[in-house]
T-cell receptor, first 109, second 114 residues
């Protein structure tokens, strides 16, 4: 079966750095996405990795290792507004998005 | 540019009733997707339209669910008759190029079946 694993919840301090991990086992791989979702709102696209390595976009970076079936989302200089759920999703061989359950990130002052 | 919109934002119905959800994708996006998130579980794919055609409906749970996209613009998802297990948040997303670009999501419709 297809499986995406990520921690259920993480806590970090304002101004700090946090890394959210995602491991996946899917039938095929056509890219990995990270989305941010505030409660009651739409998932918002953050990043896309299809090749191994690090993609940096401002305070957010995403890393991919296809051989290990592993990705992480790195958030720097955390702000209170970064409190949200972070969803990892993989596009499989049928180009369907397979989703993790999301990581709830709590930022404390 | 307007994002993906969905209507209604919330719907509460009784078991056995019918509900129709609507999605308006981003203008110019040929690809439209429906997803569902049941409480406490991950988002699950339901189906994918390219313009007015159903490209992939492998995620539709059963024949009580009917999706349409007449004219290739907005889409509707009808649940008839609704069952308790249909409760959840129904998301719509759209993209320019399937498999090559990100999918942009609407705010979702929270459906509660009593």
């Amino acid at each position: 079966g297809q499986n995406i694993d990520q921690p259920t919840e993480m806590t970090a301090t304002e101004g700090a750095i946090v890394q959210i991990n995602c491991t996946y086992q899917t039938s095929g791989f056509n890219g990995l996405f990270w989305y941010q979702q505030h409660a009651g709102e739409a998932p918002t696209f953050l990043s896309y990795n299809v090749l191994d390595g690090l993609e940096e976009k401002g305070r957010f970076s995403s890393f991919l290792s296809r051989s290990k079936g592993y990705s992480y989302l790195l958030l720097k200089e955390l702000q209170m507004k970064d409190s949200a759920s972070y969803l990892c999703a993989v596009r499989d061989s049928n180009y369907q998005l397979i989703w993790g359950a999301g990581t709830k990130l709590i930022i404390k002052p | 540019e307007a994002g993906v919109t969905q209507f209604p934002s919330h719907s509460v119905i009784e078991k056995g009733q019918t509900v129709t959800l609507r999605c308006d994708p981003i203008s110019g996006h040929d690809n439209l997707y429906w997803y569902r998130r049941v409480m406490g579980k991950e988002i699950k794919f339901l189906l994918h339209f390219v313009k007015e055609s159903k490209q992939d409906e492998s995620g539709m749970p059963n024949n009580r669910f009917l999706a349409e996209r007449t004219g290739g613009t907005y889409s509707t998802l009808k649940v008839q008759p609704a069952e308790l297990e249909d409760s959840g948040v129904y998301f719509c997303a759209s993209s320019q190029e399937h498999g090559r670009s990100a999918e942009y999501f609407g705010p979702g419709t929270r459906l509660t079946v009593l």
